[in-house]
């Protein structure tokens, strides 16, 4: 098992470019979900999904896109990078938490500048 | 909403003396909480959580977290400190109906010295 892997590790973008920061899992969780992480801040939800074609926003999603057309990927998208978005950002993922409640895997994150 | 607070940016503590990290809650209806440890350059941890039953939790590397639901606190601790727990820690919530996604807190960075 692999785990929740990420691609790729470090980017530097310049304002306005977008790009595709890649998520995978191999646990056949359900439950995916993306954070950004900021210093002093925790980490805050961007955007999570409970299955294939379902997503939702979480705590700060402006300018950020997500999709999940299989069980195993969850990649995020920029739209048009913005200063505002250098962070280090974390995907997870989790199994059906139902009434038991849920321990998510992480992925070891991509440090994302945007310049 | 539901927020987490976590009130140290930094605790020190010798290495074999006892450690607590501190955290508190606010969420509709009844917690789900965990905790969560993060190395340098690494994605977070599962450590422990609490979903119902008894209040004293106990997870991975020596760990325990003590559940209080009149002071709504959610505190880490371990009897005896290593250097090798020095990392950052984070206390997050979620309800146990409704939506799943946790909220984290700001996080507390554990410095244990030799």
């Known amino acids: 098992n692999a785990g929740v892997t990420q691609t790729p590790k470090f980017q530097v973008l310049k304002t306005g470019q977008s790009m595709t920061l890649q998520c995978a899992q191999d646990m056949n969780h359900e439950y995916m979900s993306w954070y950004r992480q900021d210093p002093g801040m925790g980490l805050r939800l961007i955007h999570y999904s409970v299955g294939a074609g379902i997503t939702d926003q979480g705590e700060v999603p402006n300018g950020y896109n997500v999709s999940r057309s299989t069980t195993e990927d969850f990649p995020l998208r920029l739209l048009s990078a913005a200063p505002s978005q250098t962070s280090v950002y974390f995907c997870?993922?989790?199994?059906?938490?139902?009434?038991?409640?849920?321990?998510?895997?992480f992925g070891p994150g991509t440090r994302l500048t945007v310049t | 909403a539901q927020s987490v607070a976590q009130p140290e940016d930094q605790v020190n503590v010798a290495e074999g003396n006892p450690l607590t990290v501190k955290c508190t809650y606010s969420?509709?209806?009844?917690?789900?909480l965990f905790w969560y440890v993060q190395y340098p350059n690494r994605g977070l941890q599962f450590l422990l959580k609490?979903?119902?039953?008894?209040?004293l939790v106990k997870g991975s590397y020596g760990f325990e977290a003590e559940f209080n639901k009149s002071q709504t606190s959610f505190h880490l601790k371990k009897p005896s400190a290593l250097v090798s727990d020095s990392a950052l820690y984070f206390c997050a919530v979620r309800p146990d109906t409704g939506r799943r996604a946790l909220t984290f807190g700001s996080g507390t960075r554990l410095q244990v010295q030799p």
């Open positions: 997870a993922s989790s199994s059906n938490p139902g009434l038991a409640g849920h321990e998510q895997y």
């Open positions: 609490y979903i119902t039953g008894d209040n």
């Open positions: 969420v509709s209806g009844n917690p789900y």
